[in-house]
């Protein structure tokens, strides 16, 4: 069966340090990817999506980056992290008919 | 970008109420899909659907897929307090360079008082 892993679940990080994110899939190959973005409990915002290895589309302009190495794997990245870049990160894969989420990231810049 | 129109945003219901939130889009998807979010943790699917005019249950929720494709309902009968949450629904695209790409509505937060 398809798996989803996300880590770290928390995070506290202070203004201006780098950030990476980690994102695996398990059961799957070829699997879109996608990292959301969700503040006060509300909508999400899509923030990458990727198709294939080294291909990212970038919905928002923003201070994160994200690459695709292999073909299972998302990174979702920082070079220097702002307080507005807290928030709840999520990790999702989606093949032809089902999509499924990582647990999150709470990611909070002090 | 591509936008699904979720509704209501919030609704505060009794226990034992019915329930029922929907999504509209402008576009057609081959593919609707309904999570749930409890705090904290990522959204977990609920229902899939595939064909246009499919009707599917899962224990007290049903959805259903629009026959035009381009909306989708979710009712949740006889709601409990664990029903809290945020529910949200996705849709897949028909074709097009966004083929397969996740679309979701804005979220409506569910609250059950006792």
């Known amino acids: 069966s398809q798996t989803i892993h996300q880590w770290p679940a928390t995070l506290v990080q202070p203004v201006g340090s780098p950030l990476s994110l980690e994102c695996t899939v398990e059961?799957?190959?070829?699997?879109?990817l996608y990292w959301y973005r969700q503040a006060a409990g509300r909508g999400l915002q899509l923030l990458f999506y990727?198709?294939?290895?080294?291909?990212i589309s970038s919905e928002v302009p923003q201070n994160l980056s994200a690459s695709r190495p292999q073909d299972r794997q998302f990174i979702l990245s920082s070079k220097k992290l702002l307080l507005s870049d807290s928030g709840f990160y999520l990790c999702?894969?989606?093949?032809?008919?089902?999509?499924?989420f990582g647990q999150g990231t709470r990611l909070t810049v002090v | 970008g591509q936008q699904l129109n979720q509704s209501p945003q919030s609704m505060f219901i009794q226990e034992g109420e019915d329930v029922s939130m929907n999504c509209t889009s402008s576009?057609?998807?081959?593919?609707w899909l309904w999570y749930k979010q409890d705090p904290g943790e990522g959204p977990v699917l609920l229902i899939a659907?595939?064909?246009?005019?499919e009707l599917t249950s899962n224990g007290r929720l049903t959805a259903q897929f629009g026959i035009t494709r381009k909306d989708s309902f979710l009712n949740i009968s006889a709601s409990i307090p664990s029903d809290v949450g945020i529910y949200f629904c996705?849709?897949?695209?028909?074709?097009?360079?966004?083929?397969?790409?996740?679309?979701f509505g804005q979220g409506t937060i569910l609250t059950v008082h006792p």
């Open positions: 999702a894969w989606s093949g032809p008919t089902e999509a499924f």
């Open positions: 059961g799957t190959s070829n699997p879109n």
């Open positions: 990727s198709v294939g290895i080294g291909q």
């Open positions: 576009s057609i998807f081959n593919t």
């Open positions: 659907l595939y064909k246009a005019g």
């Open positions: 996705a849709g897949q695209r028909a074709g097009g360079t966004s083929y397969g790409k996740l679309t």
